[in-house]
């Protein structure tokens, strides 16, 4: 089965860190961009981050740039969101999902959404 999982989330206090895990099964990560996004309660889901195929990265929010990090594990077939210095609004449920351009990052995400991993940030 194709599919992208999640893990790694909790809740934390403000200023502190977490890792999300973004694993794939059914399919190599390797060629593809990959994109984490969140979703709020009452918000729309929005896009935070990417990896692209080669690795760089393409931040869709300002609000995370210095703080969150994106990398990838081809070995692994794992991609993680390394997020430092966590703030309230940073509260979300997190996904993950491949790139509807391919190998690079455009920002839209392509096929089904996981059931995403719970960021709880609040002291």
């Known amino acids: 089965q194709v599919q992208l999982v999640e893990s790694g989330g909790g809740l934390v206090q403000p200023g502190g860190s977490l890792r999300l895990s973004c694993a794939a099964s059914?399919?190599?990560?390797?060629?593809?961009?990959i994109g984490w996004f969140r979703q709020a309660p009452g918000m729309e889901r929005e896009g935070v981050l990417c990896?692209?195929?080669?690795?760089?990265?393409?931040y869709y929010l300002e609000s995370v740039k210095g703080r969150f990090t994106i990398s990838r594990d081809n070995a692994k077939n794992t991609v993680y969101l390394q997020m430092n210095s966590l703030k309230p609004e940073d509260t979300a449920v997190y996904y993950c999902?491949?790139?509807?351009?391919?190998?690079?990052?455009?920002?839209?995400?392509?096929?089904?959404w996981g059931q995403g991993t719970q960021v709880t940030v609040q002291s």
């Open positions: 990896a692209s195929s080669s690795g760089g990265t393409t």
């Open positions: 999902a491949t790139d509807l351009e391919g190998y690079r990052c455009s920002g839209s995400p392509a096929g089904r």
């Open positions: 059914g399919f190599t990560l390797a060629p593809y961009a």
